[in-house]
């Protein structure tokens, strides 16, 4: 028997993520834990005239051994066949379901550099046919146990879990999205005639600008769930200090305690409690790495505790994150680079300016000043 929220997730992801419709080519990356879930997307896709190209299920083991025995000419291939398919699919849904959260923490961090580096390529095709629109795509994940004992929750609570953030245990979860979707707008409308950003509290002296650029409304069409919107700051601009208050993690490996200092929008100190020797190398993938690529605010307040996934987290109410390397083109931002590594920072405790004006306290944004 299916779980009725299992439904709703793949109801959502096909009817308003992606919006599958007669003749889509849809590419499907999961996790083999995830089958149920898998099923019912196809289910939704195929009954709405659409097709699934590929449904690819994983184990973290292949992916460790693959970083485990790969010779640099093997780490820096990059296959044909994969360029053609992101060059042409019309859609791309990939669920997080591990059944192992940390398969590449042994691994030589200078060979997932050069993947990474590798990869370039494939980075920017993804992003410039998303922005165009060209490429629809959506991530989400279900409750796997590895997920839940990261997070440090019951398998139970875990799904619980999910299914809240995603709204998935509603009776309408799709008109609830859509709800959330018109408030965000009148948050990224307002930040869209703002130039400066100024940052403070504890852990955060930090100074950018943002004149020209975009502000996206993440409001569930790409990540399952949404709740954040996003941007990019000039990238000469950034100016100050940020400590992040949750761990990094990247590719499964956990760096904690990270502080940054830019000057002129480059990284000129990066120093960790614990990985700072990793965090150091992720920074020399290019000369990206050391820049930000996104700034945002997390909005979903049915999230209220860190995780650590970055689909989840990144969203949680009350915080910030920002990423190092490659900007969303269509947030106008230019950064380019292998790597897009989001951080996240509490900032229930904390108050961020607009052009001097105070706009965002303890976690919220100012309704009166907004005009929300």
């Known amino acids: 028997m299916v779980d009725p929220r299992t439904s709703n997730l793949a109801r959502l992801i096909v009817e308003y993520c992606i919006e599958a419709g007669k003749g889509d080519e849809v590419v499907i990356n999961a996790g083999v834990e995830a089958v149920p879930l898998v099923r019912e997307i196809v289910k939704y896709l195929v009954s709405r005239g659409g097709y699934p190209v590929m449904v690819n299920l994983s184990d973290e083991s292949i992916s460790e051994v693959?970083?485990?025995?790969?010779?640099?000419?093997?780490?820096?291939?990059?296959?044909?066949?994969?360029?053609?398919?992101?060059?042409?699919?019309?859609?791309?849904?990939?669920?997080?379901?591990?059944?192992?959260?940390?398969?590449?923490?042994?691994?030589?961090?200078?060979?997932?550099?050069?993947?990474?580096?590798?990869?370039?390529?494939?980075t920017k095709i993804f992003m410039e046919r998303s922005a165009r629109r060209e490429l629809r795509w959506a991530v989400t994940a279900?409750?796997?146990?590895?997920?839940?004992?990261?997070?440090?929750?019951?398998?139970?609570?875990?799904?619980?879990?999910?299914?809240?953030?995603?709204?998935?245990?509603?009776?309408?979860?799709?008109?609830?999205?859509?709800?959330?979707?018109?408030?965000?707008?009148?948050?990224?409308?307002?930040l869209n005639k703002v130039s400066e950003l100024k940052y403070e509290g504890p852990g955060i002296d930090l100074f950018l600008r943002v004149e020209g650029r975009k502000w996206i409304n993440?409001?569930?069409?790409?990540?399952?769930?949404?709740?954040?919107?996003f941007s990019a700051p000039?990238?000469?601009?950034?100016?100050?200090?940020?400590?992040?208050?949750?761990?990094?993690?990247?590719?499964g490996v956990e760096v904690e305690g990270v502080k940054i200092v830019f000057k002129k929008g480059v990284v000129v100190e990066a120093h960790a409690r614990r990985g700072e020797e990793f965090l150091k190398k992720m920074l020399e993938t290019d000369e990206g790495a050391k820049r930000l690529g996104e700034i945002a605010f997390g909005l979903n307040y049915n999230i209220t505790r860190f995780t650590k996934e970055i689909l989840f987290d990144e969203k949680i109410g009350g915080t910030i994150h920002m990423a190092l390397g490659a900007a969303?083109?269509?947030?106008?931002?230019?950064?380019?680079?292998?790597?897009?590594?989001?951080?996240?920072?509490?900032?229930?405790?904390?108050?961020?300016?607009?052009?001097?004006?105070l706009i965002y306290e303890n976690g919220y944004f100012i309704k009166d000043v907004l005009g929300l």
């Open 66 to 122: 693959f970083y485990r025995y790969a010779t640099k000419d093997v780490l820096e291939h990059i296959s044909g066949i994969e360029k053609y398919m992101l060059e042409n699919i019309d859609a791309s849904i990939s669920i997080i379901s591990p059944s192992h959260t940390k398969p590449l923490i042994s691994i030589d961090p200078e060979k997932m550099k050069i993947r990474s580096a590798a990869r370039r390529e494939l």
């Open 142 to 190: 279900y409750p796997t146990r590895a997920l839940a004992q990261e997070a440090g929750m019951s398998i139970i609570d875990y799904e619980d879990f999910v299914f809240h953030a995603t709204y998935a245990d509603t009776d309408d979860p799709v008109k609830k999205w859509v709800e959330i979707r018109e408030k965000q707008q009148k948050i990224a409308d307002f």
């Open 218 to 229: 993440d409001d569930g069409k790409y990540n399952m769930p949404g709740g954040e919107v």
């Open 234 to 251: 000039i990238e000469d601009s950034v100016e100050g200090y940020v400590e992040f208050d949750y761990p990094a993690i990247w590719r």
């Open 328 to 357: 969303y083109p269509e947030s106008g931002g230019k950064n380019v680079s292998a790597i897009h590594w989001d951080m996240i920072k509490d900032m229930r405790k904390h108050k961020v300016y607009a052009d001097g004006d």
